[in-house]
């Protein structure tokens, strides 16, 4: 018999989720919505072979529990479904922070269930199941989060999503979960702060209109994230509030940096510090 996939969120990772585990696995999927045209949609496309409004159907089914909310939804909804899950049901979910949504699954975690977070390095600045594809995962990074301190976490659970994200065409990755946050903070959520002061700073003003006409693609790349949902993006930034706050503190001390080096006319050494930039950036295209 064929393991059951109950996906709660069916946006654009859940939705490319959905996608990708009925084209490139053996896995049968189900799915919660809370617009009844999503519903239809995910039915008619052969993504779900049922669509619920109501999570407690998928949670009733489902081998696999996936939770495809932003994370603070996926908590509160979590609490409520916990009563109702099954015994040696797999939790797992695909947010971009995880102290909160975390804390809450070890609290209400039922006896027998099983968690086990992931991360798929995977999105859009557009959102929504329109925007969902079955290769959205192919060539990115699939984080399974490493937490064998807890009751609930179980190795096998995360060979299982591993095997799962190497299906999809992504490349899996194992982190414990007490460093995953800082590490977004660093790489996601303090660059999505950058991008929408980037954008403020040359769109806001009475020559914003002039200056982006003159924009070209160097602003375009990278102001593109501040694009997305801004609800979806504050719920993200303020769940990992310490974490980002600690990320801007090192810009600030880089930014402090670079205004040294340009009031001092230290050109040789801002030009050194420009090679080891390029010399990272470098180094993650090839990775």
Known sequence: MKRKVGIIGLG????????????FTDYEVIGYARRSEICEQALADKTVTHAYKDPKEVVAEADILVFAL????????????APL????????????????????????????????????????EKGGYGMAKADLFKNCTWIVLEDDVESGWDA??????????????????????SVHDGFMATISHMPHMVAAMVATIAGGDEFGDLRLRLAAGGFRDITRVAGGNPGMWREIITGNRTEVVRALSDLEQQISNIKNLLLTADDDTLESYLNDAKHIRDKFSLL
């Open 12 to 23: 654009l990772l859940g939705g490319s989720l959905a996608k990708g585990l009925v084209q």
């Open 156 to 177: 096998a659970a995360a060979a299982e999503l591993a095997e799962m994200g190497k299906l999809l065409g992504g490349r899996v990755e194992q982190i414990p979960m």
């Open 85 to 124: 899950i099954r015994p040696r049901t797999l939790i797992t979910d695909v947010s971009s922070t995880k102290t909160n949504f975390a804390r809450t699954v070890k609290q209400y975690l039922p006896q027998g269930a099983k968690f086990v977070s992931i991360h798929p390095m995977a999105g859009s």
């Open 70 to 81: 932003p994370p603070d939804t996926n908590a509160r909804l979590f609490e409520e479904l």
